[in-house]
């Protein structure tokens, strides 16, 4: 049932409604204006505000959000609007007024003349003995639905609000806990999660060392199982940005509709389904680090709009005409030649090029052989730490099988054939038998001088992180011929 069509006749299904709206909304900033809401429209109120506790000092309360009262009016609570706040804290119960100016309690406060305020309500916030806040309305057109009998519903209404603020609180204290908590793990790691020794691979970490303060938008491209993810969440968790959000999207396993609500959230009633104002990604990644994986694999029309969020650094939930400015940095990463993609109409270029401010080339496996083996290793202790198998390691038979291995599925494969053949050893040492790689198939027809020519060209620009005047060099050939090569093979 919407909140907006309750109705107080039935508080049964009033209170079923306002506990499914404001239980399942965990930002502070997006609930209190809610519960006000409610409160206001419960008795037909036209002002309020509600007053939150200091987590340092209990007895201390604020205003976190008012309705129809100026910003000048809050910063000293008129002597009426407190009496009738300290009424309802000192008795703990709801506090209603429904003629004001005949009510003895509070008629002698100069503010309700000048105010002209008709009736009132004071709802206090509470868990358990603990107060934690209170909710103020008050009406100066009509006396609304301010009688006594609606005390039961309005008490039943602050219980409900108590335990959704207190549960956006605590939610609130267990991710900057996490935050924490992954701060002190980032410190005790020089790039976390990252092993690899070879050339192409410190060339990656020497460009994520470069730009992991910076907010330059970085593209990450490589085979799937290379690392790119990791290479994202190095760049955040080793920079200045390790204490804000990191947020990860992989774009290539949502229709768009859903994932236009997942990156710009969504205005309560803009489609079926849309029961609440949704923050999107963009946003809850504020401030910090939004991972965009798979890029290649969005539609135009969101390829359109992620172009608006680079520009303007700004979004717009569906559903809604306000714009809501973020400050994120963005890396995206793909499998795709996306330059390819541009050619071909696929994917926008001008995009293409906002996107690749800072290019990361993540080099296959295949490229990287002084670090097979120290990935394999690493890969052995971990899953037989957690089987508890004593095994030692790797015959000089399966070291050999791992080299000669092309790895088309890179680190992700590794990882997987050497979890397999740990759990499946018969021995101390791994054989190739419990890798169970299949043998390179022996070439059915004698490789073409320009297949041999793109292959080596090929590895020298992954040794190289996709520098053409480099990989040039140490090819002994000119950069404009391997620029001609390389258009020539894209054709």
């Known amino acids: 049932m919407s909140i907006e069509n309750y109705h ?20 502070l900033d997006e609930l209190l204006p809610k519960v006000l809401d409610i409160a206001l429209k419960t008795v037909n109120a036209q002002r309020g505000f509600i007053l939150i506790s200091d987590p340092g000092n209990p007895a201390e309360l604020s205003v976190r959000v008012a309705h129809n009262l100026e910003s000048s009016a809050l910063a000293n609570i008129d002597r009426f609007s407190r009496s009738v706040v300290n009424a309802a804290l000192q008795s703990g119960s709801t506090v209603i007024s429904y003629d004001v100016p005949e009510d003895a309690r509070f008629s002698s406060a ?23 806040g209170a909710i103020y309305i008050d009406s100066t057109e009509t006396r609304g639905k301010f009688r006594p009998e609606m005390e039961p519903f309005l008490n039943a209404l602050a219980n409900q609000a108590a335990i959704a603020i207190e549960n ?11 935050r924490r908590l992954r701060l002190v793990l980032a410190d005790k790691k020089e790039l976390a999660g990252i092993i690899g020794q070879s050339r192409p691979m410190q060339q990656v970490l020497d460009v994520v060392k470069s730009v992991m303060d910076t907010p330059a938008t970085v593209l990450i491209l490589g085979e799937s199982g290379t690392g790119k993810e990791l290479i994202a969440r190095a760049l955040h968790d080793n920079g200045k940005y390790k ?20 990156l710009f959230g969504h205005k309560q009633g803009a489609f079926t389904g849309a029961t609440h104002d949704k923050k999107g990604l963009f946003e809850e990644a504020d401030g910090g680090t939004f991972f965009l994986d798979e890029i290649g694999d969005i539609s135009p029309k969101l390829q359109t709009q992620l172009l608006r969020v680079l520009q303007e650094r700004e979004v717009r939930r569906i559903g809604e005409n306000k714009v809501r400015k973020i ?3 963005i890396v995206a990463a793909s499998n795709k030649d996306l330059p390819a993609e541009v050619k071909a109409g696929r994917f926008r270029e001008d995009l293409f090029y906002r996107l690749n401010v800072i290019m990361i080339q993540m080099p296959a496996l295949r490229y990287r052989s002084n670090d097979i083996i120290l990935l394999a ?15 030692q390691g790797f015959t000089q038979e399966a070291v050999e099988g791992m080299l ?21 050893a018969k021995a101390e040492f791994i054989t190739p038998q419990d890798l169970r790689l299949e043998p390179p198939t022996p ?15 090929e590895r020298a620009l992954a040794e190289h992180n996709g520098n053409v005047t480099e990989a040039a060099k140490a090819l002994g050939v000119s950069r404009r011929w391997l620029h001609y090569r390389l258009k020539e093979w894209r054709e």
């Open 327 to 329: 400050d994120v940095r």
């Open 168 to 178: 956006a609180q605590m939610y609130d204290r267990l991710r900057s806990e996490n």
């Open 377 to 391: 290793q690493h890969f052995l202790d971990k899953t037989a730490a957690r089987a508890g198998r004593q095994i």
């Open 243 to 262: 204490d804000k959000p990191f947020i990860a999207l992989f774009c290539g396993a949502l229709p768009e509709s859903l994932l236009e609500s997942e």
């Open 443 to 457: 070439a059915k027809e004698i490789m073409t001088l320009q297949d041999h020519e793109r292959r080596i060209a």
């Open 8 to 27: 107080t006749d039935d508080p049964l299904v009033a209170l079923s409604a306002i506990s499914e709206t404001i239980n399942t909304i965990y930002d």
């Open 110 to 132: 100069q503010s309700v003349a000048e105010q002209k305020i008709i009736a009132a309500a004071c709802l206090p916030l509470r868990i358990k003995a603990q107060q934690i």
């Open 404 to 424: 000669q291995h092309d790895w088309p599925g890179n680190v992700r494969e590794l990882e997987n054939a050497v979890e397999r053949a740990v759990l499946l």
